[in-house]
């Protein structure tokens, strides 16, 4: 019996749309039956994770998530996944709440980096307030890693929000810029590790630097856990 | 406090996945929280319709699809949506079976049909799968309306194989075809019925047929009922 896929989705809608997207894209299939089933709570009112982390206001978004996993999981999910890089600050918490298995995924991306990219700094392409979480410093720390990220950080902002409102283009020569930089500092590879980046990703050129997309490595882990894993593994076991 | 809408979806996965993008295009947003909170169940092991209502064979879908209601109902929806004409065939032990509204695709293109173009017969491209059920023929004759369908059945399966196998571009001259049939028996418009055309319709032109589309039909519905309407009216009022 393959898995269902639960997914703490709406940070933002659009990322959970090309969570599916990239789902149905990476799934061998010849029928709708063979794609896999997804379970979607596509919430938009989850309290701001940067007025909660960054700037100190705001709801804690702790309980609204963890009841959105459980939902999940009451509903038949046999595992979990959130495509939100941030909201990964909440990570302990949410697999904490729920029985199922809970797939990390910026542990899973930190892992899939150290496997092709073994030695030097490791780039990372987010918004500033996924800086400040440390939550890709720590993941790789774990495997003796040290990240960096590019020095203006208006620029990135900017990016983020050029595609937020639907110009990606304008976004394209800042990243490409910022991932220049990432190269001259020393990374051979860098993260993509914000939804509006993966959004443009696809479209980016920036040899020498290799990109990784954070919600690349969450769609295969979910694709190979629900095609080909029928029981559960350890939640210790699963972000390995 | 505005609606949180439930998909009954996966049938295909792709049109689940068009609703969810036709749903975020059509939000008038600024920030991620403007958008409507979507509970989806994207269930693609939902039993072949075709199979049960034409071919004769395999099991009845009913259960498994009053379950999926339930569960979205159970997971916090305000009402229910379903992005499949097929399937609609079964919408009254859906509709049946929860307390919270469901609203019907099918009754709700007939009567946006009708408002806009309100003599003549009404073209439908649709599989002949969906011509079998008879849904639309229904849905508009309770308005005293006949449908018609393009003679060809043939060439309305080849285009719904074509934009299946990812070649839109060959699905476009005998939709077109199609369509002037249609305008040749007296239709002044046609019903897109069909997942598969719904994602090809936006480049299809067909003057002197306007073309309305189910799923925008669908789409819009839910976005006035999410946004304006804080409390459910009865199930009947509903497709009205």
Redesign the interface.
């Known amino acids: 019996m393959p898995g269902v896929i639960g997914i703490i989705g709406?940070?933002?809608?659009?990322a959970?749309?090309l969570m599916?997207?990239r789902l149905?894209a990476g799934t061998p299939a010849r029928d709708?039956?063979?794609?896999?089933?997804?379970?979607?709570?596509?919430?938009?009112?989850v309290p701001?994770r940067i007025a909660h982390l960054i700037e100190g206001t705001g709801a804690d978004p702790t309980p609204v998530l963890v009841s959105m996993a459980q939902?999940l999981e009451?509903?038949?999910a046999s595992f979990l996944a959130m495509p939100c890089n941030t909201a990964h600050s909440y990570f302990a918490a949410i697999a904490g709440a729920v029985a199922v298995p809970v797939l990390n995924m910026v542990e899973l991306t930190a892992a899939a980096v150290v496997d092709l990219h073994p030695t030097g700094p490791v780039g990372i392409l987010a918004s500033p307030a996924v800086e400040r979480t440390g939550i890709f410093a720590t993941a790789f720390a774990a495997h003796g890693r040290e990240v960096i990220y590019p020095a203006d950080r208006d620029a990135i902002l900017t990016a983020i929000r050029a595609v937020k409102a639907g110009r990606a283009a304008e976004a394209m020569p800042r990243l490409t810029q910022a991932a220049a930089e990432l190269a001259r500092q020393g990374a051979s590879v860098a993260v993509i590790g914000c939804s509006e980046f993966s959004i443009v990703a696809p479209q980016l050129t920036t040899p020498p630097l290799a990109l990784i997309d954070s919600l690349d490595v969450l769609v295969g882990a979910c694709i190979a856990r629900a095609t080909t894993a029928p029981h559960p593994a350890s939640q210790q076991d699963l972000n390995r």
């Open positions: 709406g940070m933002g809608p659009e959970t749309i599916m997207s149905l709708d039956a063979d794609h896999i089933p997804v379970l979607v709570d596509s919430n938009t009112r701001s939902g009451a509903g038949g």
